[in-house]
């Protein structure tokens, strides 16, 4: 997220006499220097039921990685970026644009049927929340692409099924799309604004159209195009009111036990009190990860904004009237608003009222886990992993076969963890991790100003996690997450989003991990103040002053920072650290705001991935209006970088107008990639949606009527491996 509906990051750096931060940069360009040359990083192989991704390559057309520590090299020339007009005040595309050679087509956008008895999208928006539970999902983030062995082609004409020979991988697939949050001006005819009256029909709608859409895709039988199967048996939409299961240590704790409703299109009927191991619903679905038995994790993010608590206090629990307070606080350590003033569902639905109902909120803020191709299957919500705002979940699985996952909590001064699980993944017997991510290790990382680092354990009793300061058990500690890592002493981080693992290529055999930090306005700033160790700091609201890790007051354009395991092992409790990319504006006067970018600027880095060829790919999120600090950056992009030397970096996309470029993955012989748009033109209003984009129209998709996100489908003309 977060289009114009995010706070601001536009305000300027004092361009004083002091050293700046690219002297600091030249001084640790030695240090920069070894960490490169050692080995780097690992991905470990998704495994999908009994064919791992190794077996992929190998019975696709795979080229091996050419000597140059483990990176395959990039193959295309940048493109310019897009830029405003200054006659029109618009950016002077409203495109998604990538290099020659390479062709951009949409595959499914907001409102396209993906399950049987669905209808066409509507332009005027008047499909209800019943419509909305059988289509596509609003405002794409994260996916994932995963293959169906054996699969035929659907002859798009005649509707019959032309089998193939033998096994592929690469021509269908199971495509797993998040949706991060609605705009209510666009999902309602009319709009929602504050004016308007709020109904139950209205928050069904929006519930219905947060969550996650799963579509089985496929290219057509001459290898060409990608299309969705809208009447697949894979085909089903996890919503905002999608029933669940809760595992974990937090399961069933008396902080689970919200009050339980029968949710009905008219409305919430109260019914008691839920049992702790059942939740209903996920929100704010941003990033992803998976895991390598072949299923989905979906991550929460911004869920506060679903709740409002206009009072100070609460209404007292039977049982837990001790904790009434300390309830309280937690609601403020997460950010819930006295008001929310985007959704409203707390007018109408009850199970949002975090006053009457304070519990609701432990419920979201999890990794939940989806088998997509297990269409009965109920999603989990993991909470061993912790409870924050999750930006993604990526894996490593070490040479031992231990199993960590790597996670970003996405808001200013927040933290990094890690899980690491107690039991060595399983190669050979899928239904033998089933429940691996309920037993485990959470961690949070201290970054140390010497290029040093430590993974602190969130564990019941230790480090001050004890019941003299409000943690009582593990499950406490889970559901208090924030607190326990402000308790420990973790490093408070310019907005950590997605993770990104370094594949084990080309000799290397290093852990290395990338987390992007994409801004923080309150960096440096006065009176300055970091999280209290008792968690009473409001959600985002420190002001903590510079370190090594987070080097820049008020950082507008961000940072991208790796890490080495120690040991090359995921139970390892020590790291080392460098800084990839400082971002900036190299045409900026003020050598603060250039950052150490050789290659193409961009800023606000958020989306990261790395494909099996090493090139690591990342994405925007900054305002996308190519104004402000943005003027000669542009629109929103994907850039792909060499991870040996952050000169080389080129523009491989640029994006249309008001919108965020996030998730990215490749069918497994990288010869398709699919990219998310997210929010376009969000600055148009309910009277007039498409006044500024009218994105996917403006590219020849769908009708016009107001602009909606969707996914993207990159190919090369030629056939190749996209970046080669």
């Avoid at 020659?100 to 087509?105: E, F, I, P, Q, V």
């Avoid at 054996?150 to 099924?161: A, F, H």
């Avoid at 195009?225 to 974990?248: A, F, L, P, Q």
Wanted: aromatic share 10%; glycine share 10%; proline share 7%.
């Amino acid at each position: 997220m977060k289009g114009h509906l995010h706070p601001k990051n536009d305000i300027t750096i004092n361009p004083s006499g002091n050293e700046s931060i690219l002297d600091v940069i030249g001084r640790a360009s030695m240090k920069r220097r070894r960490f490169v040359m050692t080995a780097v990083g690992t991905s470990a192989l998704t495994v999908l039921g009994d064919i791992s991704l190794s077996g992929f390559l190998q019975t696709v057309e795979a080229a091996p990685v050419p000597a140059g520590l483990g990176f395959g090299g990039i193959g295309f020339e940048s493109i310019e970026p897009n830029l405003r007009n200054p006659a029109t005040g618009k950016l002077e595309k409203d495109l998604v644009t990538v290099p020659k050679g390479y062709t951009a087509r949409i595959l499914s956008a907001w409102g396209d049927p993906i399950m049987p008895g669905a209808p066409n999208w509507f332009p005027d928006a008047s499909q209800d929340a019943a419509t909305q539970e059988k289509q596509v999902g609003m405002n794409h983030d994260g996916m994932h692409f995963f293959p169906l062995p054996g699969r035929s082609y659907l002859n798009r004409t005649s509707g019959l099924q032309v089998p193939l020979e033998g096994r592929t991988y690469n021509n269908s697939g199971i495509l797993c799309v998040n949706h991060e949050y609605t705009q209510e001006e666009f999902l309602h005819p009319g709009g929602n604004a504050t004016s308007t009256v709020m109904t139950i029909e209205k928050a069904r709608k929006s519930q219905a159209a947060h969550g996650v859409s799963i579509q089985e895709i496929a290219k057509d039988r001459f290898g060409k195009n990608w299309s969705v199967d809208r009447n697949s048996r894979y085909g089903r939409r996890i919503t905002g009111n999608t029933e669940m299961r809760v595992s974990g240590p937090a399961a069933g704790d008396k902080l689970m036990k919200s009050k339980k409703f029968s949710i009905q299109p008219t409305g919430s009927i109260e019914m008691g009190t839920n049992d702790g191991y059942t939740a209903y619903g996920t929100l704010n679905n941003c990033a992803h990860g998976i895991t390598p038995w072949g299923t989905y994790l979906t991550c929460e993010e911004n869920f506060q904004g679903y709740f409002a608590n206009p009072n100070p206090d609460i209404v007292n629990i039977p049982g837990l009237e001790d904790k009434a307070a300390d309830i309280r606080n937690g609601q403020n350590r997460y950010g819930i608003p006295a008001v929310e003033n985007r959704y409203r569902w707390s007018q109408v639905d009850p199970r949002f009222d975090a006053y009457n109902n304070p519990l609701e909120p432990h419920l979201f803020g999890w990794v939940v886990e989806i088998d997509p191709y297990d269409p009965q299957s109920k999603p989990v919500k993991r909470t061993s992993m912790g409870r924050f705002r999750h930006e993604s979940a990526q894996y490593v699985v070490d040479d031992n076969n231990g199993l960590a996952f790597y996670m970003g909590d996405d808001n200013v001064n927040e933290y990094i963890y890690k899980f690491v699980c107690s039991r060595q993944y399983n190669p050979n017997v899928r239904g033998a991790n089933s429940d691996l991510l309920d037993y485990g290790t959470l961690y949070v990382a201290k970054f140390n100003d010497n290029g040093t680092g430590e993974w602190l354990p969130l564990v019941y009793g230790q480090r001050g996690l004890t019941p003299a300061n409000g943690f009582n058990s593990q499950a406490e500690v889970l559901i208090k997450t924030r607190q326990a890592a402000d308790r420990v002493g973790a490093t408070m981080m310019d907005r950590p989003e997605w993770v990104g693992v370094r594949p084990r290529i080309g000799g290397f055999n290093e852990i290395e991990v990338y987390c992007t930090l994409t801004n923080n306005s309150r960096r440096g700033t006065e009176p300055a103040s970091v999280n209290n160790p008792d968690g009473t700091t409001p959600g985002g609201n420190a002001r903590p002053p510079v370190d090594a890790a987070n080097p820049r007051d008020r950082n507008v354009y961000g940072h991208v920072i790796r890490w080495r395991e120690t040991g090359r092992s995921v139970t390892a409790t020590t790291f080392n650290w460098d800084i990839f990319v400082l971002n900036g504006d190299k045409k900026d006067p003020n050598p603060n705001r250039q950052g150490n970018i050789n290659g193409d600027d961009f800023g606000s880095p958020d989306g990261l991935w790395f494909d099996y060829y090493g090139r690591l790919w990342i994405q925007t999120d900054q305002s996308g209006t190519g104004t402000g600090d943005y003027v000669n950056i542009g629109s929103n992009s994907m850039v792909c970088a060499n991870p040996n030397d952050p000169r080389e970096i080129k523009l491989f996309l640029t994006s249309p107008t008001d919108c965020e470029v996030t998730g990215v993955i490749t069918t497994p012989d990288h010869k398709t990639m699919f990219v998310n748009i997210q929010h376009p033109g969000s600055r148009g209003t309910a009277a007039n949606p498409t006044s500024n984009s009218d994105w996917p129209h403006s590219q020849g998709y769908g009708p016009s009527g107001r602009p909606r996100s969707a996914t993207v489908v990159i190919t090369r003309d030629d056939g190749g491996i996209i970046g080669a």
